[in-house]
């Protein structure tokens, strides 16, 4: 098993930056892949963006590429987004989730863990 605790959700206006973080613990040596979705209100699950725990290749989806950037810290178990010129569209929760199969998923079902996220929003 592998809990996931996100962090540094917040209220912020358009144009401003935040940074999620998501705290890894348990069984973290299975980790393949960590990636962060987004839920806004009556909306389905998106991806927004991953990174693999080997290596660092990271994926975006088109709507935050250049816009957010995903890293991690192996060492200390953590991922990070850093969310810059945000928009009123990226209000959501937002969540941590961790894939332990090889090969990168974009759907919430490739991904086993879940923290149990973090709001953002974002004001125009």
């Known amino acids: 098993q592998v809990q996931l605790v996100e962090s540094g959700g917040g209220l912020v206006q358009a144009g401003g930056s935040l940074r999620l973080s998501c705290a890894a613990s348990?069984?973290?040596?299975?980790?393949?892949?960590m990636g962060w979705f987004r839920q806004a209100p009556g909306k389905e699950r998106e991806f927004v963006a991953a990174?693999?725990?080997?290596?660092?290749?990271?994926y975006y989806a088109d709507s935050v590429k250049d816009r957010f950037t995903i890293s991690r810290d192996n060492a200390q178990n953590m991922v990070y987004l850093q969310m810059d010129s945000l928009k009123p569209e990226d209000t959501a929760v937002y969540y941590c989730?961790?894939?332990?199969?090889?090969?990168?998923?974009?759907?919430?079902?490739?991904?086993?863990?879940w923290g149990q996220g973090t709001q953002v929003t974002v004001s125009s």
């Open positions: 990174i693999t725990w080997i290596g660092g290749r990271s």
């Open positions: 348990g069984r973290t040596s299975s980790i393949v892949t």
């Open positions: 989730a961790v894939r332990i199969y090889s090969a990168f998923g974009r759907r919430s079902e490739d991904y086993n863990y």
